[in-house]
């Protein structure tokens, strides 16, 4: 169990400002002296006999692709070869606390039984069959989808794919057969996936090439309250809020909400004839490559309305913000409190399976069934549809929607009181186990912490047995999305973990200068 106290804070952070945990002190966290022990976990890997950490890497390079090489975390990467629940073993059984869960996707944990089980006996029932025929697992699935949706929202019909840039794909499609318009627009800073289709939809650098078409594709300004022209310390609905930046906001409207959907409705001013045109708005329910970047309270339902004067029909895309992960609502949609016409979800569905699907309304359904043909050979078959049904079961049965409040509020609480010990931590934000970190040469200037940095601090963290992500559009920003099965011990193991690094590197103990590509 962590020294830092923080469940006199956690019972106080729903619904109340973050200031309450200042409570909590540093000289409440382990000494750097010494390293955090991670929590006690029954259970331990058989041996590993398989192809050695060498030849794995030498062939990744060789053989597989340049781009996936180029991004592979770590100096000195870990080979996984076994995952229980919220840890991943290395070949030499080593335990590390996984809290990016395969970039958001291991929902329920790593080999969940429930969901292997499932998996097992299906594969000796019956693999694949095409959804052009009939067998039950499909219907199943639809039907458990469909009641997870509130009862207002008129999402009743369920196509099934393979990803989320396949669903991101369809939802557009969908969306311009119903209007008859081309025009989408998202947002700036969003990532929708990296198809032909839909790449000119992700507005991050690393996705834009000097050779992208972009034809009917277009961006109004990110709501970023932290880096954003408007936003404070009263914009963001959930325990974390702004530090560095006041502002007036209340109970009853957000400030930065509206001038943001202003700019949203400019933008489509100069885009489309008054009333028509618009196909479609699509935005995340939080930025997951942009680490957790959440709009200001009450901004989606201004921009929903303001999509439906220009004839758009709204997408929410649910890839990252899906099933429960946010613990106060199952989606994404919900926390915002709006009713979108098309969602698209993957990564969580199915705790790792090449999963995903969109969601719509009977009328689009029936729009988009009269403008051609609309197949996929895959999409929803025995196997994928077993995966989706075991892990939205698991999800209720191990209630890891509560789960996930109650630990993210307890991670929460560690986060703030990081980011108000340590000038270079800029923003804390997030909710639920979709939360972040942004780092900066100091509050004082905000400027990104530049990115070879903070590869010191992450080859640190994973020394110490932790696995984490980053993202954000400077490639500064922390991402931790961990399996939802995550506990109250593994959050206080984490945040003496960071504490320890954070510790180091300010006080310059960690050797950053060997990670700068220019020395």
Known sequence: MSTYKTSHVVNRLVGTSIKCIRQVTSSSFAPDSITPAMPPFDYTPPPYTGMDKDEVKRIRKANVSPAIHRQTFYRDPPLFVRGKMQYLFD????????????????????SHP???????????????????????????????????????????????????????????????AYTGYQNIVGLRRAYHGASAANIALTAMPLY?????????????????????????????????????????????GCNAAEEYALQ?????????????????????GMGGMTAALQAPKGFYKKAFEITKEYGGLNIMDEVQTGFGRLG???????????????????????????LAMCVTTPEVAEAFADSGLHFNTFGGNAIASTAGLATLKAIEDDKLMENSRVVGDRLAAGLHHLREKYDFVGDARGLGLFLALEFVKSKACATPLPPYQLAAILERIKDLGIIIGKGGLHGNCFRIQPPMCISEADADFTIDVLDKV???????????ESFNPNK
């Open 91 to 110: 070949e030499n059984g080593r335990r590390f606390l996984d809290l990016f869960g395969g970039i958001c996707t291991v929902s329920v944990g790593h």
């Open 114 to 176: 429930q969901v292997a089980d499932a998996l097992k006996e299906q594969v000796d029932t019956l693999q694949h069959t095409a959804n052009i025929l009939l067998h039950p697992r499909l219907s199943e699935y639809a039907d458990a989808i469909v009641r997870k949706m509130p009862e207002d929202s008129n999402l009743k019909v369920v196509y099934f794919c393979n990803s989320g840039s396949e669903a991101n794909d369809l939802a557009i499609l969908m969306a311009r």
């Open 208 to 252: 834009r090439k000097s050779n992208l078409t972009i034809n009917n594709i277009s961006q109004s300004m990110s709501p970023d309250v932290y880096r954003g022209i408007w936003g404070g310390d009263k914009c963001r609905d959930g325990p974390l809020q702004v530090s560095c930046k006041t502002c007036t906001c209340g109970p009853e």
């Open 264 to 284: 949203y409705r400019d933008h489509l001013m100069t885009l489309c004839p008054p009333g028509q045109g618009l196909a479609a708005f699509i935005a995340e």
């Open 328 to 354: 106060t609502h199952y989606w994404g949609f919900e926390y915002h409190g709006v009713r979108p016409d098309i969602i698209s979800a993957a990564k969580s569905i199915g705790n790792g399976f090449p």
């Open 502 to 512: 954070f510790g180091e590197f300010d006080e310059g103990k960690l050797d950053v």
